[in-house]
């Protein structure tokens, strides 16, 4: 089994049914400006999620929140609607460049970790797809 296949068993029919939402942070509006890079990178990881096998209608993204810092929910009002989301079991993956754009603040981390685990929404990064669910992969989150 290639990591492709490792990273795709992770991902059921019932995760699939459900919405990806993609995560786009930058902490201030001098690193959207300057760091144009990032910012193409993470609206790439579209191409990701399909690659995972979500349907283009079923990707969406959230970009609201670039030019803020991630040290609190307070006025990121994109993290707010993802939390929203996943609460009333809408997503079957959250997909962001690094789990660290999620969230800096650890109560806020962990409300998202909570819903997850609770709602069955996996959670991915560039490079791997990881399950709230699995004792393993929340100790790696």
């Known amino acids: 089994m290639n990591s492709t296949d490792f990273l795709r ?3 059921s029919n019932e995760h699939r049914a459900k919405a990806a939402y993609i995560y ?6 001098g690193q959207v400006m300057h760091n144009t890079e990032s910012t193409a990178r993470q609206y790439a990881l579209t191409d990701r999620a399909v690659a995972l096998g979500w349907p283009e209608d079923r990707i969406h993204i959230i970009d609201e929140d670039l030019g803020r810092s ?4 307070e006025n990121r009002f994109g993290f707010q ?6 609460g009333m079991a809408r997503v079957g993956l959250v997909l962001s460049l690094e789990a660290s754009r999620l969230s800096r603040n650890s109560s806020d981390w962990c409300r ?10 996996l959670i991915a ?8 669910r699995s004792y393993h992969d929340r100790l790696l989150l």
């Not at 991630?70 to 929910?73: I, N, V, Y």
């Not at 990064?125 to 709230?132: A, G, K, L, N």
């Open 70 to 73: 991630g040290a609190t929910s």
């Open 81 to 86: 609607h993802l939390i929203a989301e996943v």
């Open 9 to 11: 068993s992770k991902i």
């Open 112 to 121: 998202l970790l909570e819903l997850c685990s609770i709602f069955g929404t």
């Open 125 to 132: 990064d560039s490079e791997i797809v990881y399950d709230p």
């Open 24 to 29: 786009l942070r930058q902490s201030t509006p």
